[in-house]
């Protein structure tokens, strides 16, 4: 049955996995869905070639996109590389931008990428237990540097929208590459390299 979120509720968390069970949407984004967010165009053909993986997939629950309703997802993303960048999510501006967002970080390892519209930006390492801040205004973007899934809870206003348009064109500032095997957060210029798609 549907659940209408007029009423209070009880949500289950999957802790083992970082899971929503319950959910009423389900996302699944493979390599192939996220051409212009690398900066290695090349090596993303090559990964999408070789068999085009899942990158991430998010659970969502829908509650009506009204103020004072909060949207609760789920997001795992699988371990994996394209060029020096590790696997990430396609990452957005909320429509309105008056909507912050909490994640709540259950497991694996990684880091939140934030940048502002005035180019302030930030990086958040992520770890079990770890609840990063996302201001209005912000824009975000996850990235799983470990060798197992990243999964974390996303609370946010359910009327928030999602822009990812700006970021399809302008990209993100900040990437993390690996360094002599340390995932560093770095400027994308730093890697020179030409996005695809
Ligand atoms: C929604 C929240 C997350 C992301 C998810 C995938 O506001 O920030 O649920 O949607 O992590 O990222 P993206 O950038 O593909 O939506
Ligand atoms: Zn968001």
Not at 7 to 24: H, K, S, W, Y
Not at 41 to 53: F, M, N, Q, T, W
Not at 126 to 138: A, C, F, H
Request: include cysteine; aromatic fraction near 6%.
């Amino acid at each position: 049955m549907r659940r209408t979120y007029d009423v209070p509720l009880n949500i289950l968390i999957d802790l083992a996995r970082g899971t929503l069970e319950e959910f009423e949407e389900e996302v699944v984004r493979r390599a192939s869905h996220l051409r212009g967010i690398f900066a290695d165009g090349v090596a993303l053909e090559r990964v999408i070639a070789a068999g085009d993986p899942v990158v991430y997939e998010v659970r969502s629950c829908t509650p009506p996109e009204a103020a004072g309703h909060l949207a609760i997802c789920s997001s795992v993303i699988h371990s994996g590389r394209v060029g020096l960048e590790y696997h990430m999510t396609k990452g957005h501006y909320h429509v309105n931008a008056a909507s912050g967002e909490i994640y709540i970080c259950v497991r694996g390892r990684g880091y939140v990428l934030l940048q502002d519209n005035s180019g302030r930006t930030e990086e958040l390492p992520l770890s079990p237990g770890t609840v990063s801040y996302v201001p209005p205004g912000w824009a975000h973007r996850t990235v799983n540097t470990g060798d197992s899934p990243l999964s974390f809870i996303g609370v946010y206003p359910a009327d928030a929208g999602h822009d990812y348009g700006t970021i399809l064109a302008t990209g993100m500032k900040r990437t993390v590459m690996d360094d002599g095997g340390v995932p560093t957060p770095v400027d994308v210029s730093r890697l020179g390299l030409k996005q695809t798609g």
